[in-house]
T-cell receptor, first 111, second 111 residues
């Protein structure tokens, strides 16, 4: 099956700095890559996603890049704010039906 | 309001006592799925359903059953719960091949 690895497991940045979280996947049949934000005690929420036919997607301060050849994708958050503090999960969707998640990155934005 | 609901939200039970966690969505989504979340392991897919009467195993299906008799409902059944099924469970729904809307979670403890 698919294997998704996520790094780093924890990330601490100063408010206003950028944060980058990286994920790799193993199966070239994976074709959809969502990112979720989970605040403490809350449910995961979709923040951005990218499909295998696109290399980059941006939504305000958040962007995702995908390198299909290298099988890795990354989440970029610019101008971080304290409310960005949360756990972020990447995921890979295999064959439009099975989802495999990374183990999560705890982001701490220091004011 | 578009939502995914789960019940119960908290459950403490004993080994071997059958239980069902209900999940319902009001967005007319074809795709529904169950995940378990354990510290350091991210989210792992238990079962998914592409439509009514169509279900399939995810990454960790052992010890679980599901059914999809109606489009809006996707219950998770533990016929003989064991302590290693103590976890936080999330139901999710989406259009096929899209990012998921998650329910609020069910925290299950099996003694």
């Amino acid at each position: 099956g698919e294997n998704v690895e996520q790094h780093p497991s924890t990330l601490s940045v100063q408010e206003g700095d950028s944060a980058v979280i990286k994920c790799t996947y193993s199966d070239s049949a994976s074709n959809y890559f969502p990112w979720y934000k989970q605040e403490l005690g809350k449910r995961p929420q979709l923040i951005i996603d990218i499909r295998s036919n696109v290399g980059e997607k941006k939504d305000q301060r958040i962007a995702v890049t995908l390198n299909k050849t290298a099988k890795h994708f990354s989440l970029h958050i610019t101008e971080t704010q304290p409310e960005d503090s949360a756990v972020y999960f990447c995921a890979a969707c295999y064959n439009f039906n099975k989802f495999y998640f990374g183990s999560g990155t705890k982001l701490n934005v220091k004011p | 309001e578009a939502q995914v609901t789960q019940n119960p939200r908290y459950l403490i039970t004993v080994t071997g006592k059958k239980l069902t966690v209900t999940c319902s969505q009001n967005m007319n989504h074809e795709y529904m799925s169950w995940y378990r979340q354990d510290p350091g392991l991210g989210l792992r897919q238990i079962y998914y359903s592409m439509n009514v009467e169509v279900t399939d195993k995810g990454d960790v299906p052992e010890g679980y059953k599901v059914s999809r008799k109606e489009k809006r409902n996707f219950p998770l059944i533990l016929e003989s719960p064991s302590p290693n099924q103590t976890s936080l469970y999330f139901c999710a729904s989406s259009l096929i091949g899209e990012g998921a809307f998650f329910g609020p979670g069910t925290r299950l403890t099996v003694l």
